[in-house]
């Protein structure tokens, strides 16, 4: 059975679906901008994700939403340090950063961080050597355009991103990277159409993987939105479940969740599911 190591914490693919927890340390993420920019109540969320069950808690300090702007790793760093510093030692889960500057992956690592999630859609030399230096995982997303565009894919975004993951894991054998350290998202909501997005959480099952672990992150997103005509992204969480569940189904292996006592819920049911024979 394969696996996906992220410091002393391993993770068996296929045994279960595991919860990632969301925590924006940011002013202006889509969905929960400012509520949680205090260090206290960042903290506080972190052990009340702990406590509803999440696996991982992903800390993220710049919004990567249609409308943001590009923050420098310097202001990155000024809100996620001292959340870090708090944090350090006292979480049972493996903590995640979300980013993709080289700077504050390492300002990260040397804090304890187990991953660093990558949405620049790129396999960043810099950050995998310290991800193996460190014993950290490694998530890298397809993201062709960001969240703000739609991009065309000739071939059909299922052959784009699959191209993408080959890529990805072909990199892996040519640094020598771990693969069992490394996670591939296929970047829903980001560099692609509402159809491209249904396409995708519909389809997981036609993604290889190449045996690593495979994430799905969703969350209260605009497809979602598009689909449900919940235009408040905080009341889109029957929403997420449901897209969530279809991208269990095709195998996805953790799932991205804003709201994490719903969300482990519904992956055990969809894994029930997954997971029986008839």
């Not at 929960?32 to 994700?49: I, L, P, S």
């Not at 071939?155 to 990199?171: L, P, S, W, Y």
């Not at 799932?255 to 024979?277: K, N, S, Y």
Request: hydrophobic letters at 40%.
């Amino acid at each position: 059975m394969s696996e996906f190591i992220a410091g002393k914490y391993r993770f068996p693919l296929g045994h279960r679906v595991y919860v990632m927890g969301i925590l924006n340390v940011t002013p202006d993420s889509f969905s929960d901008g400012g509520k949680y920019e205090d260090r206290a109540a960042a903290v506080n969320r972190c052990f009340e994700m702990c406590g509803e069950g999440a696996d991982i808690i992903d800390i993220g300090a710049q919004s990567t939403g249609p409308d943001s702007r590009n923050i420098s790793p310097e202001e990155e760093l000024s809100r996620l340090l001292p959340v870090l510093d708090e944090l350090n030692g006292r979480l049972n889960v493996p903590v995640s950063v979300d980013t993709y500057y080289t700077e504050v992956a390492q300002q990260a690592l040397n804090r304890g961080v187990d991953i660093i999630n990558d949405v620049s859609g790129t396999f960043n030399r810099d950050i995998a050597a310290l991800c193996m230096k460190h014993g950290a995982g490694y998530i890298v997303m397809h993201n062709d355009g960001g969240a703000g565009t739609v991009n065309e894919y000739p071939e059909g975004v299922i052959n784009a991103v699959q191209k993408f993951f080959d890529a990805v894991t072909a990199e892996c054998g040519e640094t020598g990277f771990d693969i069992e350290r490394l996670c591939l998202d296929p970047g829903i909501g980001f560099g692609k159409s509402y159809e491209d997005n249904l396409r995708l959480l519909r389809c997981m099952d036609r993604l290889d993987t190449h045996g690593t672990a495979l994430l799905a992150a969703a969350s209260r997103k605009r497809v979602i939105g598009k689909a449900t005509g919940e235009t408040e992204p905080s009341k889109r969480v029957a929403g997420t479940l449901a897209a969530h569940t279809a991208a269990i189904l095709g195998g996805a292996d953790i799932i991205r969740v804003h709201d994490v006592a719903p969300g482990v819920q519904a992956a055990r049911m969809a894994f029930a599911l997954r997971d029986t024979e008839f």
